[in-house]
């Protein structure tokens, strides 16, 4: 009687238009439900018949309706799906291929095949690249993906750079030189200072040297330094194919064991390298540096030089003689004496620019060390000496330098800025500092002065946790084509060039210096290239952290580290637990809500003031040091589970 009946399919439709939609991003859980997160604050229940239709992280439009007196959702189209290109797992079962996505809360294979143009043999635990082809929101009756390439084979040691580097679409070999490319382009003009006793300072193995310095003091106290920088943008002509790619680069990626060069290595750690004893063409740098610390702006000049280093130190080795302690000595009584001057001109700065500037606190890192397969044999614990501070004070004199030489005789180039704080974000600032009765007001931390002086009475208290709710205020570091100021180092302007063999903004800002130098037309950088080098400078950053990540996963499951005690930094509040970071080796780890107290509805882990509370009192914030063991590590998802010691 019913069927076919025009009404009735007219009047369901009504119903069904009428039935109220929300859009908001899937969210899965492990017990097979999930939710459609609305904004921060609602978010809606998603039954498991539901969620077979989407996956995490898909956005999509759905039905409202109440099921059972509970609001539910019901996926209706699908706005963005998680997927597109993605890595992940291949499993081969009875001759028909599947793949997991490497995401940790995609926990379902996908139907694959490889597309028309590629030839790679897939087998069991290979790695690969892949294109989600059908979604079952978009009326299939699957989820089906093509395979565009194999990223590497099963048990390969290299799978966490290989597999994190296919993740973020970055490069995995270096680029390829042309002839042409290792040709110097600009060799006249240039003063020979190859007999000046030139010294560079880096890590024992590093071989992409880009500065070296000579430094002598003056009878009235004054320090005059030359930093040289090396010049592959006299063999790099702008607008090359080697160019191009340098500027898609934008940077060398440093991951942990090894580097992907910006440059070929054959101009990166050869040609171009300062290597000592070897004739180097390089844009050079003359500064003073007042008895007062601070920089004669007006006497610096750059020009084109030769070179010729005398000799590479190691950070280790001029810190040892500089702290009185180890067998090395400088080979030369020269060298002694520029060890000593530079030494001399890193005091004077540190001293200047903590009274007019802002301080770095000092701080650890931590290298892998790695047998040549790629396994982890130890993780070392590297302190910041004075020599690394010294090679970092000398740096920022030449980069204020040329911040300062480009603004006076261009107006224009690639200037680091950090603006502080936006309007908003100083009112919640400067109602958390009244909080802990230390009184500034929104006009004066809005400005540099007043951001300074903010900075320099934090460092005096010595709070990381009052420290870490500011820095939670302030906006990030970013990239200007104009002259700007740098907030978070404490200066009205700030351009880098100091690693061109690294950095491609660098590239930019030497082939400016030399327009003035050469009383040439400079071509003026476009607002295009600062997005492509802060899009490049996050997906090298996010893939150094990932590769950390899964390196720290296969050391810490060695049998040694199950039982043990550890002390980790509270550096984060979830809304479902604590992240913290090993003091002994530097891994990230999250403990969850039910290892903390096992009554949830007692625990309240506030977000906005970084605290944990337990029935109302507070047991962790931000910056606490606490003991925690491991309590369980997924390789699968790269994630180290922590439990607090009590």
């Known amino acids: 009687m019913f069927q076919n009946n025009p009404l009735l399919t007219q009047l369901k ?8 939609r929300v859009e908001g ?16 604050q609602k978010s809606y229940f998603i039954p498991p018949k539901n969620m077979k239709k989407v996956m995490h992280g898909d956005k999509i439009i759905a039905l409202l309706k109440t099921e059972k007196d509970r609001e539910i959702v019901e996926p209706e189209k699908l706005i963005e799906p998680f997927l597109n290109r993605f890595v992940g797992k291949i499993e081969k079962k009875d001759n028909r291929l599947l793949i997991m996505p490497d995401y940790p809360f995609l926990k379902d294979f996908i139907i694959c095949h490889p597309s028309k143009d590629c030839t790679d043999i897939f087998q069991s635990g290979d790695w690969a690249i892949a294109q989600l082809k059908k979604h079952k929101l978009k009326g299939d009756h699957i989820f089906y993906a093509e395979l565009t390439e194999k990223i590497i084979e099963k048990d390969n040691p290299l799978i966490p750079w290989w597999v994190t580097l296919a993740r973020y679409n970055l490069d995995r070999k270096e680029p390829l030189s042309e ?12 003063k020979d200072l190859t007999d000046l006793d030139f010294i560079t300072i880096d890590n024992v193995n590093t071989k992409d040297i880009d500065d070296a310095l000579f430094i002598t003091e003056k009878n009235n106290g004054e320090i005059s330094l030359i930093v040289a920088i090396a010049d592959p943008t006299a063999y790099i002509k702008n607008g090359s194919k080697l160019d191009l790619i340098a500027s898609q680069r934008a940077f060398t990626n440093y991951l942990p064991g090894f580097n992907v060069p910006m440059l070929p290595r054959n101009l990166s750690e050869d040609i171009c390298s300062l290597h000592p004893n070897k004739h180097r063409p390089v844009l050079a740098c003359n500064i003073t540096v007042l008895k007062d ?12 030089a030769w070179i010729k280093s005398k000799s590479k130190l190691s950070y280790d080795h001029v810190s040892d003689w500089i702290e009185k302690s180890g067998t090395w000595t400088p080979p030369t009584k020269s060298i002694e004496q520029q060890i000593l001057i530079l030494h001399r001109l890193c005091l004077l700065r540190i001293k200047w620019r903590k009274m007019n500037a802002v301080l770095f606190k000092d701080s650890v890192e931590y290298r892998f060390h790695l047998s040549e397969y790629g396994n982890v044999i130890d993780i070392i614990i590297e302190q910041r000496r004075i020599a690394h501070k010294i090679i970092e004070e000398a740096m920022i004199i030449a980069n204020l330098s040329a911040a300062n030489f480009l603004s006076r005789n261009l107006g224009f180039g690639v200037y680091n800025i950090h603006t502080g704080f936006d309007l908003v974000n100083a009112e919640h600032a400067v109602a958390f500092l009244k909080s802990y009765n230390l009184n500034f007001s929104v006009a004066e931390i809005t400005t540099l002065k007043g951001f ?6 934090l460092n005096s208290l010595s709070n990381n946790y009052i420290d870490s709710r500011i820095r939670r205020f302030q906006s990030f570091g970013d990239f200007s084509t104009v002259p700007g100021p740098h907030f978070a180092l404490g200066f009205s302007e700030y351009a880098t060039w100091t690693s061109p063999i690294r950095k491609y903004s660098d590239m930019i800002n030497h082939r400016l210096l030399k327009s003035i130098i050469k009383k040439e037309k400079p071509i003026r950088p476009n607002e295009d290239i600062k997005l492509k080098i802060s899009e490049q400078k996050r997906r090298n950053r996010m893939s150094e952290r990932d590769v950390s990540d899964w390196l720290y996963t296969i050391f810490l499951q060695k049998k040694e580290h199950r039982n043990q005690k550890f002390n980790a930094e509270i550096t984060d509040i979830s809304r479902s637990g604590i992240r913290a970071r090993l003091v002994e080796n530097g891994a990230h780890v999250f403990i969850p809500g039910p290892l903390i107290h ?11 003031v970084g605290k944990v509370f337990i029935n109302g009192i507070m047991h962790y914030k ?11 590590i997924r390789l699968d998802t790269r994630s180290i589970i922590a439990k607090p010691e009590f």
């Open 13 to 20: 439709k009504n119903l069904h238009a009428k039935t109220p």
């Open 25 to 40: 991003i899937v969210k899965s859980t492990e017990r097979g439900f999930g939710f459609l997160e609305v904004d921060v």
């Open 179 to 190: 002839e042409n490319d290792l040709v110097l382009k600009e060799c006249n003009n240039r």
């Open 293 to 304: 610390g601070s920089i004669a702006y007006d006497t610096i000049y750059f020009f084109l």
């Open 452 to 457: 300074c002086h903010l900075r320099r009475v």
């Open 598 to 608: 096992s009554v949830r509805e007692e625990l309240n882990f506030n977000q906005d």
């Open 622 to 632: 931000i910056s606490d040091l606490i003991q925690v063991s491991l309590s369980d």
